[in-house]
Structure formats: C-alpha cells, structure tokens
C-alpha cells in the first residue's frame, strides 16, 4: 500500500503589508463571507452565495486542489494576525503555453487600501519567476472600474471586449479582455521599483 502524498502547498509570500499563504481549514467562514457579500460579488462569474454549503467544493479545490501546472489559490492575510482578508488566485495555468488566468478580491472593509494591488505585485512575481510563465490574462466585467483600474496599474493592457461573454443570474454582460507579458513585467520592474518588493521574502509552508 502506498501513502498519498500531502496536497501540494503554494508558498507563503510575504509582502509589506499583506502576505499570501496556502488556504486553511479555518478560513472557510471568512471564504464563504467573502462570496456570499452583494457588493463584492457585483462583477463577479456567478451570483452571491446564500448557504455556506455552496461554498464547500471551491473551498475544497482552493484549499488541497494546488499544482504549478494547474492552479495557485493564496488566501491573502493581514501580516499581524494572518486573518484571510480576501483571496489571489493563478488558474488555468498550462506550463505548455506559458499562460494563466489570473483572479483576486478582497474584503469591502479592506478595500481601497493598496492591499490589492501588493497582492497583486507579489502573484505575479511568482507567476514570471519562479513558474517562469509568459503571459497571464484577466477577465473583466468592463463596469467593474475597481478591478479595471487594478490590473491597469499592475501593468495589464486591455487587448479587446468580448460582448455578453458572460449570463449571471440572468443578466448579460461584456468582458473586458486583459493582458500582461512577461516582458511588459520585466520592464515595469525596471521602471518602478516598488517598496513591496524590496520587503518581499519568501518562505515554504504554512504561516
Ligand atoms: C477589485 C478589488 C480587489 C480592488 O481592491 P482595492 O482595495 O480597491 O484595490 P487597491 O486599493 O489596490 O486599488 C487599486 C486601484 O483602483 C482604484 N479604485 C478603487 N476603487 C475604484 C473605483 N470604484 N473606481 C475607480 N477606481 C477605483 C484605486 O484608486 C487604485 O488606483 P490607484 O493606485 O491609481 O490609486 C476590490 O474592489 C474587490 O475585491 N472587488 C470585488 C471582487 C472583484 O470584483 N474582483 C475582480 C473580479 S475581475
């Protein structure tokens, strides 16, 4: 009989003011409120969570469902307490096509705060260092002017809008279709060094 190898952790990244670190079992209620909130479900690709049993397969994937060549889900937490104050995620990741999605949201009462972007800063590091991807795109309701303005000042380019992409809960919407290359990243690098990243260490394992 062989033993089942432990599910593979993404590592802890430490930033200036956040840290991204693997799912926890105890981050399930803070996972669920974050999707079950009107507000921050606005924009998003299926309508806000009523019941914490809706939450139990996605939290399960983001918790133990981890592989560089498939999906990385960070919760990102406060540096003090390590609290889950929202969540960072690289999927569809085809190490092939040097490509990935890329995903985040925060907490409302932690918006607007710059922990976003630093989150932000710190996945995308890791997307073209050490995973050595090429390009990662973002899907963006073209309303959600938050995330739009976001992924502009990481450095994403809108490449096009593809219309009524998406039907949630009976309503249609466009995307907007963004871009960042791996050599936009490098040259945004050496155009701005930001003070995250001068912080930034990085550890294996939990936090
Ligand atoms: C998208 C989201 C993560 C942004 O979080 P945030 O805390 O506002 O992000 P930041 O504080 O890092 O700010 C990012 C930029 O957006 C700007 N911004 C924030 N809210 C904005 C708004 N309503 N309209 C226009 N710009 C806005 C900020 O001023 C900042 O720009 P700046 O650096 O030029 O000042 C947050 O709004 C969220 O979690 N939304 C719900 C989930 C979601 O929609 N996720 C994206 C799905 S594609």
Redesign the pocket.
Known sequence: MTDTPPPYRPPVITGARIRLRPYRPDDLAAFFALHSDP??????SHPPWTRIEQAHSKFDSSLNGNAPDSQLCWAIAALDDGRMI?GVTLFRISAEQGVAEF??????G?????????A?VLALDHAFGDLGLRRIE????PR???????AE?LGFVREGLLRERWQVAGEISDTAFYGLLASDWTQRDADTPTPEKTLLRQTVGDS
């Open positions: 507000e921050a479900m606005r924009y998003w929202g995903g985040y949201m925060l907490e409302r932690s918006w607007g705060r710059g922990f976003a972007r630093e932000g973002a899907d963006i309701d959600n002017l938050a995330s739009c303005r976001l000042r």
